[in-house]
């Protein structure tokens, strides 16, 4: 089944908004990895959080590791955050190495 | 950053034909991968790396081979490309330890299979 789920599956913004994107995983892997996509393909990580909270400019990312959630938040949203926002987790495949398993991601578009 | 370059970024092939994607990372990452992105699925892993030497089915590995002859350079390979391979495919370099296990990504190649 489904491991990573993320809600919602698109969202439109008027610029200045806040924004709350969600992430549950069915696994028991923790790490967690937040990516964004650009208009133009490339992906780009925003966030490595395993657990607890991080800041990054107007990002803030929340992973509540026992309730396998993670929420991604954009404060103050730009016509520049439109893309493509991807949760992903690690499923280990060996002691030495790790794989990550995406979710279908969330689809950001901010409009003046 | 890592860096993560890809190659060609966009391709066209015919169905039936050999297609090689390459990926080239400098950042010493033991670890690379192989996604493809398609609407409706998200990033599937197709085959990944330990090292040098090392190729590993990932999820969606069926019609695809991969070779890693050296550290840096990791390529996915189409012996018989067919039209349900034309897709997004992503190349991804990373370390792994319990620490962290950040993974750094290309810029992406599209393929169309006609």
């Known amino acids: 089944g489904q491991q990573v789920q993320q809600s919602p599956a698109s969202l439109v913004l008027q610029e200045g908004e806040n924004a709350e994107l969600q992430c549950n995983f069915s696994s028991t892997a923790t790490r967690l990895q937040w990516f964004y996509q650009h208009p133009g393909g490339r992906l780009v990580s925003l966030f490595y959080n395993p657990s607890g909270t991080k800041h990054t400019g107007r990002l803030t990312s929340t992973t509540v590791t026992n309730e396998r959630r993670s929420s991604l938040h954009i404060s103050s949203s730009q016509t520049t955050d439109s893309g493509t926002y991807f949760c992903a987790i690690d499923r280990w495949a060996s002691s030495s190495f790790s794989k990550l398993v995406f979710g279908q991601g969330t689809s950001l578009s901010v409009v003046p | ?114």
């Not at chain 2, 015919?14 to 400098?26: A, D, M, R, W």
């Not at chain 2, 990452?29 to 192989?34: F, L, P, R």
């Not at chain 2, 996604?35 to 197709?46: A, M, N, V």
């Not at chain 2, 695809?64 to 991804?92: D, G, H, M, W």
């Open chain 2, 1 to 114: 950053e890592a860096a993560v370059t890809q190659s060609p970024r966009n391709k066209v092939a015919v169905t039936g034909g050999k297609v090689t994607l390459s990926c080239n990372q400098t950042n010493n990452h033991n670890n690379m991968y192989w996604y493809r992105q398609d609407t409706g699925h998200g990033l599937r892993l197709i085959h990944y790396s330990y090292g040098a030497g090392s190729t590993e089915k990932g999820d969606i590995p069926d019609g695809y081979k991969a070779s890693r002859p050296s550290q840096e350079n990791f390529s996915l390979i189409l012996e018989l490309a067919t039209p349900s391979q034309t897709s997004v495919y992503f190349c991804a370099s990373g370390d792994h330890d319990r620490a962290n296990t950040e993974v750094f990504f290309g810029k992406g190649t599209r393929l169309t299979v006609v």
